[in-house]
């Protein structure tokens, strides 16, 4: 079991940048690939980027390619994301999500693929 604990949402106007912070307790943080999600009012949770247990490999949905970041501090059981030029499309609740074994695979893109998740930070982007 890993519990997760999102961070650093907010109010930010379009352009601007938010950092979310994903803090994991429970099992050996580095067993598991990481993932961030986001649901925007009346839609379908989506896939925004997943990380690999090293930090080595990375997946981005097109939407946010080349804005957005993800990264990981092992030492700190930690997972980031990085938003810059944030638009109003971007709002939405963000989740941080854990899969059950290292590596990505195709399955990293879908909610289906993971197996635990934090409750929640809302990202909120006005023009």
């Known amino acids: 079991q890993v519990q997760l604990v999102e961070s650093g949402g907010g109010l930010v106007q379009a352009g601007g940048s938010l950092r979310l912070s994903c803090a994991a307790s429970g099992r050996t943080f580095s067993s598991y690939a990481m993932g961030w999600f986001r649901q925007a009012p009346g839609k379908e949770r989506e896939f925004v980027a997943a990380?690999?247990?090293?930090?080595?490999?990375?997946y981005y949905a097109d939407s946010v390619k080349g804005r957005f970041t993800i990264s990981r501090d092992n030492a700190k059981n930690t997972v980031y994301l990085q938003m810059n030029s944030l638009k109003p499309e971007d709002t939405a609740v963000y989740y941080c999500?854990?899969?059950?074994?290292?590596?990505?695979?195709?399955?990293?893109?879908?909610?289906?693929?993971?197996?635990?998740w934090g409750q929640g930070t809302q990202v909120t982007v006005s023009s």
């Open positions: 999500a854990a899969e059950d074994h290292p590596d990505l695979y195709s399955g990293s893109y879908y909610y289906t693929g993971y197996d635990y």
């Open positions: 990380i690999s247990w090293s930090g080595g490999s990375t």
